[in-house]
């Protein structure tokens, strides 16, 4: 096994995640098969209970592991599906040595943190490494570990002390270590600097732990002496010195890698055999992402949109849908509480530009959530664009909110509401699921993967999805639609067209004689890829172009199944997306 360690330091932020996923996609591209790992140093067990403003959006696993938002970015990039152990966190490593020293596993020993975390760490890395990810069977060739946070940080000491030891335990032909660093540029003259680089490469030495390769972030192209200088006293070699300089999309990062031969660096530094790179449909994306020009603008309704982070799977659903609708996406960005009557008396500027950019959009995004904050608002939306034939997508909060100002507005229950806002309403639209736990958040909710049986095949989402009888798609909730209401729902006209295998639990709802009114209770956007596009997301931007007739017809679907096997390769489904999509590449 090859490992691959991408760390950062100066600050965080840097984008480690993108040059650890790029690192993949240029392995992947050699024909060797790829896995990654991230590595966050903070205490808790998982993301699962952080806010999104604390640190992203929580990425879920088909495992139901909620995970680090880095590992959305892996999954994307490589075309893997990882486990919740390539999530190792301070917190799961240190239940682990706990449990072990209460089941007497170290023989008396005083349990410290070397070598037992440190060796913890070091055997979980090793054991996860060779879980194959990619749906064929044996280890990968290579693992990729990005290790969270800013070296120097005190939280990631036992981690940095793990992987000096590591880099023995494996032999130097089968470490390699990626430092990303940033170079500012300080000063009227705009001058270079490379100074918290070289403090950033001393303190990585001073733990013992030597970069092969430096990735330097920067604004605009590096000077060959400041290119010069980083080899001189950073002690690395200059052929080994990427610039990473700011892009107009993420797709252009490998290209820039594979530019300055970094693949060549790391196979050889790893003894690994060069191989033809197979880039062109990772090319054409990039390219074509920046080529598109006829605009459709999505309005994505939520209250964490102070934070593009915090709906990162989201907008790259989106992302991947526009480039196959050949649509340049324009991303209207609504806080939720804007839309709220109440709003408008405490800022009435506020609330009238919410309004006017929900009035301008092509299509209507809410996404999930939790809390009552908001969740007035998103009703708004759900509401206007039910009335005036917006294309309208929910995920998860995002359905509930359809279903209650349904029943609220067409069904005539004026209190209808969620029992997670209003546990006292007498016509509970939305209820808690009866397996939920009401005393521990973590790990308590529906989770991961699982299946949503289309109950009709008149409906527009059995179209979308290929005339599959079931689909598994990633969930996240503890609240659900209340199966005693669907009834009455149905009666007025929103069908609930999925249901789980029980029947009982409802999972995909649309509105008759609607343009494109759709809501999930599971969340497509984990799944999609590029040249993959997640068949919801993809509904939406067909709808909100004017493209969605032609591609739901029978002839269009009977055609991408027929193509089955072709649609793997993503530039072949770029190309034929023009096919049913209307005939444009």
Request: charged letters at 25%.
């Amino acid at each position: 096994m090859k490992y691959v360690v991408v760390s950062g330091g100066v600050v965080s932020g840097l984008g480690k995640g993108v040059t650890a996923s790029s690192v993949g996609v240029m392995l992947s591209a050699a024909d060797y098969r790829v896995t990654h790992i991230k590595i966050d140093p903070y205490i808790n067990v998982d993301a699962g209970t952080m806010s999104p403003f604390e640190h992203g959006e929580t990425y879920v696993l088909d495992d139901g592991g909620e995970s680090d938002l880095d590992l959305g970015n892996y999954e994307r990039f490589c075309d893997i599906n990882l486990t919740r152990d390539h999530n190792i966190t301070t917190g799961k490593v240190y239940q682990s040595v706990i449990e072990r020293e209460r089941e007497g596993k170290y023989l008396g020993k005083t349990v410290q943190v070397i070598p037992h975390v440190t060796d913890e760490i070091q055997d979980w890395i090793e054991r996860v490494a060779h879980i194959p990810v990619d749906g064929k069977e044996g280890p990968p060739d290579v693992c990729i570990v990005e290790l969270g946070g800013t070296v120097g940080d005190i939280e990631s000491m036992p981690f940095i002390e793990a992987l000096r030891q590591f880099q023995f335990r494996v032999g130097p032909e089968n470490f390699c270590l990626v430092h990303v660093s940033l170079v500012p540029v300080v000063g009227s003259v705009g001058e270079q600097k490379t100074k918290p680089t070289q403090h950033s490469i001393q303190a990585l030495r001073s733990a013992g732990l030597a970069p092969t390769m430096l990735a330097c972030r920067s604004s605009s192209a590096l000077d060959k002496a400041v290119m010069e200088k980083l080899a001189l006293f950073c002690h690395v070699s200059p052929n080994n010195i990427l610039n990473l300089i700011d892009v107009s999309n993420i797709w252009h990062v490998p290209l820039i890698m594979v530019e300055q031969k970094a693949h060549l660096a790391i196979l050889g530094h790893l003894q690994m055999k060069p191989r033809p790179l197979k880039l062109e449909a990772w090319k054409h994306r990039a390219e074509k992402w920046d080529s598109v020009h006829v605009p459709c603008s999505i309005a994505v309704v939520g209250k964490y949109t102070g934070l593009g982070d915090s709906y990162l799977s989201v907008t790259k659903a989106l992302m991947h849908s526009s480039i196959a609708c050949d649509r340049k996406l324009k991303i209207l960005w609504i806080e939720a509480e804007d839309l709220e009557e109440e709003s408008k008396q405490a800022n009435e500027d506020k609330y009238d530009e919410a309004w006017a950019k929900l009035k301008r959009a092509d299509g209507v995004l809410v996404p999930g959530g939790f809390g009552g904050r908001g969740v007035e608002g998103k009703m708004c939306a759900a509401k206007y664009a039910r009335e005036n034939e917006i294309p309208y997508l929910g995920i998860c909060l995002g359905m509930q909110v359809a279903v209650i100002e349904f029943a609220r507005n067409v069904c005539g229950h004026a209190d209808a509401h969620s029992t997670e806002m209003d546990p006292t309403t007498e016509h509970p639209a939305v209820i808690f699921m009866p397996e939920g736990s009401k005393t521990h958040m973590g790990g308590t909710m529906r989770l991961g993967a699982r299946e949503t049986i289309f109950q009709t095949k008149e409906c527009v989402s059995w179209r979308l999805y290929g005339k599959k009888d079931a689909v598994a798609e990633r969930h996240r909730h503890r609240y659900e639609v209340n199966p005693e209401m669907v009834d009455e729902l149905e009666q007025k006209g929103l069908h609930f067209v999925g249901k789980d295998e029980t029947g009982t639990r409802m999972e995909i709802c649309e509105l008759a004689n609607h343009p494109f009114f759709v809501a999930c209770q599971y969340h497509p956007e984990f799944k999609s890829r590029p040249g993959r596009p997640s068949p919801m997301f993809m509904g939406l931007l067909l709808a909100a172009s004017g493209q969605l007739e032609s591609y739901v017809s029978d002839e269009a679907v009977e055609l991408r199944i027929s193509m089955g096997n072709m649609m793997r390769s993503p530039i072949k489904s770029i190309k034929a997306a023009g096919l049913y999509v209307g005939g444009t590449d």
